[in-house]
């Protein structure tokens, strides 16, 4: 069985306090690792997709990187803006098309 | 303007009364799905359908039906047989390859509320 635990839970900082979000996965065959961001109240926004390990992806302020065992997405010089939470999901080969998520962290940016 | 629609945004559900929540996408994906979003909890998924007039039980079924009788829309009925039924409701499509990949994109959600 797939299993996706993300740490922290939760994570406060202070605007352009770099920080990073864990997310650590046990798969039969990755097909795929997700990052989204979700806004209270909204469904989940896409941030990245990543394949195979050694992979990185950047969008803005946020970088999300994969090893064999985990995916982190660095958030950089974080603003106000950047809080929300943030999910990891993955696709396995033995899951066929179903995402299996972690719990999430939110992330608060003061001022 | 492509994406997913959800609706209502809100929705009240009296004691043994069955609700539909509506699901609509105009991204032509073969694959839709429904999440059950608790408080401080991950998203657990309810039913998926790859292709039209098929659809799965995901890990969460029991309470729920749905049907997949168009491409476009893939509607939930929370039955009175679902004993907790609040939550947040997240619908999603699901590309298949091609330059997104094999991402999943979601809706804007509704909230399901117990009167």
């Known amino acids: 069985e797939d299993q996706v635990t993300q740490s922290p839970e939760a994570l406060r900082l202070q605007e352009g306090e770099s920080s990073s979000l864990n997310c650590s996965y046990t798969v039969s065959g990755l097909r795929g690792l997700f990052w989204y961001r979700q806004d209270p109240g909204k469904g989940p926004e896409f941030l990245f997709t990543l394949y195979s390990a050694g992979e990185e992806k950047e969008k803005e302020r946020l970088k999300a990187t994969l090893t064999k065992k985990e995916s982190f997405l660095h958030i950089t010089a974080p603003k106000p803006e950047d809080s929300a939470t943030y999910l990891c999901?993955?696709?396995?080969?033995?899951?066929?098309?179903?995402?299996?998520f972690g719990g999430g962290t939110r992330v608060l940016v003061k001022p | 303007d492509g994406g997913i629609t959800q609706s209502p945004k809100y929705l009240f559900r009296k004691e043994g009364q069955n609700v539909t929540l509506s699901c609509e996408q105009n991204?032509?994906?073969?694959?839709m799905y429904w999440y059950r979003q608790d408080p401080g909890q991950g998203l657990r998924l309810i039913y998926y359908s790859q292709i039209v007039n098929d659809f799965q039980k995901g890990d969460i079924a029991e309470g729920y039906s749905v049907s997949r009788e168009k491409k476009e829309s893939f509607p939930l009925t929370v039955t009175s047989a679902q004993k907790n039924p609040t939550a947040f409701y997240l619908c999603a499509s699901q590309s298949r390859g091609g330059s997104a990949g094999e991402t999943q994109y979601f809706g804007p959600g509704t909230r399901l509320l117990v009167l």
């Open positions: 999901a993955v696709l396995s080969g033995a899951a066929g098309n179903k995402l299996t």
């Open positions: 991204l032509n994906h073969d694959a």
